[in-house]
């Protein structure tokens, strides 16, 4: 295969590997972000965790299925290849619903995911993530819809779930 079509397919797997990540921390489904992480993979949250890959989603198990509304999404995505390893940084852009002391809130945070990928028997996979972190944004709650624009009766509309019983998983 030409190097450069090789390439092409390299930075697509390593870019679906980084969507599957916001997926599932979004949808609460484990299975796919161990799915992430080869089996030594480390993990560096930016100063919230440090240690193996497989500790950190452990203790994100009894948090994320209860863990409400959340966004994650990945832009731009910068591939460094070099043979069976690569370079990547990302940004995570984060809205998460959020309860404390009683009330609701919304936050938006930006982080930076600086990762070193490499390609095993079982493909492109994060080796080692280290987190860095931008900025954050807090926000009272406020849930209109558009003022109703977009939906006059909230109620009719299909909601995003966790694992299994988000629409991903049903169609």
């Given amino acids: 295969m030409a190097p450069e079509l090789q ?16 997926r599932a921390v979004d949808r609460a489904d484990l299975d796919l972000l161990r799915a992430c992480y080869h089996p030594d993979a480390t993990e560096d949250h930016g100063g919230t965790f440090a240690g193996s890959a497989s500790d950190y989603i452990d203790g994100l198990a009894p948090i994320l299925p209860r863990g ?19 370079r990547v940084e990302s940004h995570i852009l984060a809205f998460a619903r959020l309860k404390k002391d009683g009330e609701k809130f919304d ?14 028997e079982t493909g492109w996979k994060i080796a ?11 926000m009272p709650m406020s849930e209109t819809w558009g003022r109703g624009i977009i939906a006059p009766d909230p109620t009719v509309l299909v909601r995003g779930r966790k694992k299994p019983d988000d629409r991903v998983y049903t169609v």
């Fill in 7 to 22: 390439a092409l397919l390299d930075r697509q797997a390593i870019s679906d590997v980084l969507i599957s990540y916001c």
């Fill in 68 to 86: 409400g509304t959340m966004t994650h999404t990945t832009t731009n995505i910068l591939i460094e290849l070099d043979g069976i390893r690569a």
């Fill in 128 to 138: 080692a993530r280290h987190m860095v972190w931008e900025w954050n944004h807090d």
């Fill in 107 to 120: 936050t938006l945070s930006l982080a930076r995911a600086v990762d070193l990928f490499e390609k095993r």
